[in-house]
């Protein structure tokens, strides 16, 4: 039976140097309660310190907002109002709030979101790694189930690669000696090796917990991998704490709602500060996000008419009916809405790495949920689906472009961001579609710079490595470009835009053009659309 106690008691229980274990997405699943008194214990008596934090997914808010977005009113009627200008300090930002010295090695698919650890990152106060999403996930599985690590092809090629850069990413990562995954031959052919580790702590929330310490995730976005961590925890002699908003009397809990249970829970902290109990970086609570409600799908506003729009519009003609479609975060997400607005959300399955199968995946601040989900997967069995080839389509963002067909998102001079399952997802999806701008803008100097350049920083996704088989489309407002015999190749220009002049002029270097150069479809450029089903029904 697990004990109960508060947040305090719960940061003391954590000893110098130990490896922590996280789950979640954003801030579904973080337990914040815990990590304020995490960082006030630090700032108070110096420990714990030197922590190596583990987690998969992004935990952290991107510092954009406020902390009362979405906020219940009725939950504290006497709080402050909301300030707009009010920069965000949550998730995995409380940690780095603390200072240099709490967090000595970060391991995580995406960091960007906890901005406050990217700064220690930066100055090499902290080892920063960056491995694929679902190979973390899984990863757990593999330590819990007392399994040497996980051997996969995800990553070849990549900046994961031990050829490439071992997924370090900075000098503190490469100085430390810690070698995160390797380079082995397995009858033949090459795979990548991510060897298991140690968990001393796994600190998890869930909504309720009952009086023996059963958790459940009733309110929650994402049914995260909580389990899989409080598993390997265990397995390897080490604690589990889980934060709650609620209690319950024991065995008045659904048998079937029950995420994590009694045995593996060492630790219960109520915490029902609504301000600790987040279901999305934007959301106090959704119902529609976690099966609640069905909220109307005329009530999800559609997107202004910009570039972006036109980029999701010609991205949205790749797709058929009943195809099943990943949306990554930013842009890609976006295309949810496009989708609705023509109305074919019933025709595909829009899906995210998070597990949600079906309805309106949500974009930021709130990516990783879904507004009337079908069905939500664990993250464990979503990236088994995703590795075993159970995509059609994806669609994911541009971060940088080169001439091999290579696309960096996870790095951008000393902005440090990851890959969260952008490399997971590429390796094993049927035709995957990158969407983003043909240049970017400074807005410091008002400026454009190029985002198609001769060389990307770092390998996010490698054209070399790319199947035959695979369709990768590069989609931008003024052109659109195909890998082709690993090469990025012209094969469609805006609607009155000289390739040379307004495209080709704007890269740095010079592409492939197709002998059959085609004009991108001048109604895509109307305000007005309503021709998705030419395509879709096809």
Not at 35 to 64: M, V
Not at 300 to 319: C, Y
Not at 397 to 424: A, L, Q
Request: glycine share 12%; hydrophobic share 40%.
């Amino acid at each position: 039976m697990a004990k109960f106690i508060t947040p305090q008691e719960a940061a003391k229980l954590i000893p110098d140097g130990a490896t922590v274990g996280f789950a979640g997405m954003g801030l579904s699943g973080w337990a914040e309660g815990v990590a304020c008194a995490i960082r006030d214990s630090f700032k108070e008596t110096g420990h714990p310190c030197g922590l190596n934090i583990k987690q998969g997914s992004a935990l952290g808010d991107w510092g954009y907002g406020n902390q009362f977005i979405g906020w219940d009113r009725s939950r504290n009627p006497n709080g402050p109002d909301p300030d707009p200008s009010t920069k965000c300090v949550r998730g995995m930002n409380r940690l780095g709030e603390a200072g240099p010295g709490l967090v000595a090695k970060w391991t995580s698919a995406h960091v960007a979101s906890a901005y406050t650890l990217c700064d220690q990152i930066r100055a090499n106060q902290l080892a920063s790694f960056c491995l694929p999403q679902g190979v973390i996930i899984n990863l757990w599985r593999e330590i819990g189930a007392g399994r040497p690590g996980l051997i996969t092809k995800t990553g070849l090629g990549t900046f994961v690669d031990p050829r490439v850069e071992g997924g370090k990413m900075n000098e503190a990562a490469r100085q430390c000696g810690d070698e995160v995954v390797k380079l082995i031959n397995f009858e033949g052919e090459e795979y990548l090796f991510y060897p298991s580790f140690n968990v001393d702590v796994a600190i998890l929330r869930g909504t309720i917990a009952d009086e023996n310490g059963n958790i459940s995730f009733e309110h929650e976005s994402v049914v995260n991998e909580g389990f899989a961590v409080a598993n390997a925890a265990k397995h390897c002699g080490g604690i589990v704490i889980v934060q709650v908003e609620y209690l319950a009397k024991k065995e008045t809990l659904n048998p079937k709602d029950i995420k994590i249970p009694c045995n593996l829970v060492d630790y219960v902290v109520w915490d029902d500060d609504p301000k600790h109990c987040w279901q999305a970086e934007g959301n106090y609570w959704e119902p529609s996000f976690s099966g609640h409600i069905r909220k109307p799908l005329n009530a999800i506003e559609p997107l202004p008419f910009d570039d972006r729009k036109i980029i999701l519009r010609r991205a949205a003609m790749e797709l058929r009916k009943g195809n099943i479609v990943n949306l990554g975060v930013g842009m890609p997400a976006e295309m949810a809405r496009v989708i609705n607005e023509e109305g074919f959300t019933n025709d595909i399955i829009m899906s995210t790495e998070s597990g949600m199968v079906g309805g309106v995946p949500s974009a930021l601040p709130s990516f990783g949920s879904a507004f009337n989900p079908e069905a939500i997967l664990t993250p464990n069995d979503m990236f088994d689906m995703i590795s075993g080839g159970g995509l059609d389509v994806t669609c994911l963002g541009i971060g940088e472009i080169d001439k091999d067909g290579n696309n960096n998102v996870s790095r951008m001079g000393s902005r440090v961001t990851g890959p969260g399952g952008f490399v997971d997802i590429t390796a094993s999806t049927k035709t995957v579609i990158f969407v983003g701008t043909l240049c970017g803008f400074n807005k410091k100097t008002q400026t454009e710079f190029p985002k198609f350049i001769d060389k990307v920083t770092q390998i996010s996704f490698s054209g070399k490595y790319a199947p035959d088989t695979q369709s990768v489309l590069y989609i931008t407002e003024k052109a659109v470009f195909k890998l082709i015999d690993h090469k990025l190749t012209l094969i469609e220009v805006a609607p009155g835009l000289d390739p040379e002049k307004d495209v080709i002029a704007k890269m740095g270097f010079r592409p492939a053009v197709s002998p059959d150069l085609k004009e991108m479809p001048a109604e895509i450029f109307q305000e007005k659309w309503g021709g998705l089903g030419k395509t879709m029904l096809a």
